[in-house]
Nanobody, 116 residues
Framework: QVQLVESGGGLVQAGGSLRLSCAAS????????MGWYRQAPGKQRESVAT???????NYADTVKGRFTISRDNAKNTVYLQMNSLKPEDSAAYYC??????????WGQGTQVTVSS
């Protein structure tokens, strides 16, 4: 399994931006499908954005046009650029790696709080 460490969360005003990073261990990062998920208190964890090993991206409707997922295989890192943040984007954000056998690894999460 791969070890994942998220960073970049914090407190930001509505309309602001944050960039989350997820650093992965191991030499096979490029083979993993990566994703960002979030979970607000009392709610289920939901997919925010995903990116395949080939670079194909997918976004939740709620973040389309505002968030961008990208990956740098040379740095074993996946990013989530979040713009035009809204209070409803407040949640713990988690990074996920999935291999070709659909085995998943999760990071510990990073908190994003958007004030109105």
């Amino acid at each position: 399994q791969v070890q994942l460490v998220e960073s970049g969360g914090g407190l930001v005003q509505a309309g602001g931006s944050l960039r989350l990073s997820c650093a992965a261990s191991g030499s096979t990062f490029g083979r993993f499908a990566m994703g960002w998920y979030r979970q607000a208190p009392g709610k289920q964890r939901e997919s925010v954005a995903t990116i395949t090993s080939g670079g194909t991206t997918n976004y939740a409707d709620t973040v389309k046009g505002r968030f961008t997922i990208s990956r740098d295989n040379a740095k074993n890192t996946v990013y989530l650029q979040m713009n035009s943040l809204k209070p409803e984007d407040s949640a713990a954000y988690y990074c996920k790696a999935e291999d070709y056998r659909n085995r998943a690894s999760w990071g510990q999460g990073t908190q994003v709080t958007v004030s109105s």
